[in-house]
């Protein structure tokens, strides 16, 4: 099945494409004065391996199980793979690198108290609300002592943060959850839309290792689940603010639930964020209500956060009923307030930001880290932690033509801060107040970071007023335009390299890249420098023309400083075909063991300094499954700038990092059908991986929820895994079967 760049699923659920903004790109790219050869003189910070040491050396687990010793070295980031690559493939399976193992260990409704029922998986289950949540996506992993306290050390116990993305649906129903496949009409019922809401959010789970086995600990204390309907507190600058004051909160401090949370951070202080991601598209808002708002501002924000006037929802969870929870998925003026205390018409300004989970505390609510602005968010990326020094946190806005961002914060950081007590009122002190940045990227290698305030806003842009700078991190997408930032090609995970501090950004793919964009398009976009392709993959499809196979894109701080205003870049790797052209397409010169397409997970390995590639793909889908690479990347400014002649009129200048080898680059697993490889969380001594299969099966009709022979795939009971054939997302254990580190 053909899946549309883009979407990797179904139409619902597409990334939106707003951004109709006039702000430069090509031409400010041009217009560059930074000189890159200035700033590539910064060191390139080998201070390395201390870091490496401490991680890997401390594991304190795994010492009672009968795996044989290893027989590949035990700590050290790596510099060469040690597997063989695995073939592309469409089975409905995990094919994975000889001499390891995967097992899979928590799949969609798997109970989490000890009372819950086993989960039957034939669309007649309840009590989500304590059960694994669907489409796992980003995690991370929190050590546990063996007294259960929390540790930085231990590999053989500890929890998982996790989060549900979305669920596989056609025509408003999650057919999957329902016995007879749901409602795909409005109104939808109470009964199936409380089934919905509960399996979005994030779960906590206790994961533990006997012997040389994983499991899940379904009793555990620690095991928690947030949904798109728990109580979470507004942390940061619009804490309070007019924005975010509505029915459930007239102060604005608070709102309810999480939502499409898809990628994942972890903070120096031990504690887990999350991303919200394409939250717009759970929200109706029907047409006469700009008129009722008095087509003010309000309107301008919404058109650019994906809710025109007249959209509706995703779900039709606002049709279950007239109980406050389905109303306020409405996003309208139905009330007479001035200050929208008495209806939902200020209810999406809830939405959209990294928040905060202390994971180790069950009953702790989370927080909304609103300083760090409101977009479709993925993974939150720390700068590493030097004392006495800010920290920077860099984020993606994943849709056509968004932004780069990044937050510093007003704090330096303090060693003493690695392991409190308290970890939210540590987020409170790094996170709620700081600076907001936007990248800027230019022609020659170099870029800016723009800051995002009331006095960086020009006098010529006039489309929203902000009120003040509250206003501008809630709707900094539109501060981002006025700044002229530059439009990337779906920005979707960043990640730290462990010791050059540099930061990587995986840009999925961007079907409004165009040599030449169509006549009176407000959204393609030509080529440049960042983003510097746009092609018709080699399936010729129109759906798949831009650029389809995405690139990952690094960025080093000028002096290594994550305050920096300025900084150098290159193109790590260009997705391709191996097969492509290597002069507008195959750029990185990847071969049969290295290609894929779409990368959108991306996780450094902070005992390995593995960078480890997860695609979600719709446009190599006709020849492989989505998978996971590792890679061995080296650094910014080591490889070469090159031309792409993409037609008389125009020619892009790239800098392309060095060209992975066969020892630096290979491809470790490859997912069963339908799927995406996302999230990744491993134990501190490296040794243990676990990884997220979102979505298997998602190309199955509604209409054969009945006939398990007609499902695009069975996984994972196809692999042994619980009751029912109907296919659930699920975490896979990765283990080296001689006990040595993954990848090694
Ligand atoms: Fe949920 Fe942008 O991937
Ligand atoms: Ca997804
Ligand atoms: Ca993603
Ligand atoms: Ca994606």
Known sequence: MNKPVDLSHLAARAEEDSNTSDNPHFAT???????????????????????????????????????????TPDAGALSKLGFTAVPKSLEDKVTLAAGYTATVVYALG????????????????????????????????????????????????????????????????????????????????????????????????????TGSTWAYVQNSAFNRRVTALSEVDIGGPAKGHALLKTKYSIDGTRTRGTLNNCGTGKTPWGSFLTGEENWFGYFTRPAGDDLARGNDKSVVALKRYGRAEGAASRHGWESAGTADIYARWINAKTGTSADGTDDYRNEMNGMGYIVEMDPYKPTSRMVKRTGLGRFAHESAAFSLPKAGEKLAVYMGDDARNEYIYKFVSDTAWSAADANPTDRLATGAKYLDSGKLYVAKFAADGT?????????????????????????????????????????????????????????????????????APTTGSATQLQPDSANPRAYTDMKGTTAQQGNPNGHILRVKEAAGSAAATTFTWDIYLFGAQADADTGLVNLSS??????????????????????????????????????????????????????????????????????????TLKRFLVGPKDCEITGLAETPDGKTMFINIQHPGEGTKMADVADP?????????????????????????ITKNDGGRIGS
Request: charged share 20%; aromatic share 8%.
């Open 590 to 663: 990847l071969t049969a063991d290295q290609d894929f397409s779409s990368p959108d997970g991306l996780v450094f390995s902070k005992a390995t300094g593995i960078c480890w590639i997860q695609t979600d793909d719709g446009a190599y889908t006709d020849v492989t499954n989505c998978m996971m690479l590792a890679g061995i990347p080296g650094t910014v400014g080591d490889g070469a700038k090159k031309t792409l002649p993409h037609s008389s009129a125009l020619s892009v200048d790239t800098f392309i990092g060095k060209a992975p080898t066969a020892d």
């Open 110 to 209: 798997d109970p989490l108290t000890a009372t819950t029922a086993a989960y039957k998986n034939d669309g007649t289950d309840t009590d989500y609300g304590n059960r694994a949540g669907d489409h796992h996506d980003g995690m991370e992993w929190f050590s546990l002592g063996s007294d259960g306290s929390a540790s930085t050390t231990a590999s053989d116990r500890g929890l998982i943060a996790m989060n549900h993305e979305a669920t596989t649906d056609e025509t408003l129903s999650s057919f999957f959850l329902h016995a007879d496949g749901g409602t795909k009409t409005l109104p939808r019922p109470a009964t199936e839309v409380d089934k919905e809401t509960a399996i979005h959010g994030v779960s906590v789970v206790e994961m533990k290792k």
């Open 29 to 71: 790219v041009l217009d560059a004065r930074l000189s890159r050869r200035g700033l590539l003189r910064g060191s390139v910070g080998t201070a390395a391996t201390a870091l490496f040491g401490s991680v890997a050396l401390a594991g304190c687990g795994g010492g009672d199980d009968d795996t044989p010793a290893p027989t």
């Open 447 to 515: 870029g800016q970071w723009i800051e995002l305030n009331k006095a960086a806003i020009p006098s010529t842009y006039t489309a929203y007023a902000f009120a003040d700078e509250a206003d501008i991190r809630v709707n900094c997408r539109l501060a981002a335009d006025a700044v002229g930032a530059t439009k990337m090609d779906r920005p979707e995970w960043c990640a730290t390299h462990p010791t050059s501090g540099e930061i990587y950004f995986t840009l999925t793919n961007n079907s409004n890249r165009r040599v």
């Open 709 to 733: 022979t007609k499902y695009t795939s069975q996984w994972p009971s196809n692999a042994g895994y619980g009751a029912g054939k109907r296919p659930r997302s699920a975490t896979i254990v």
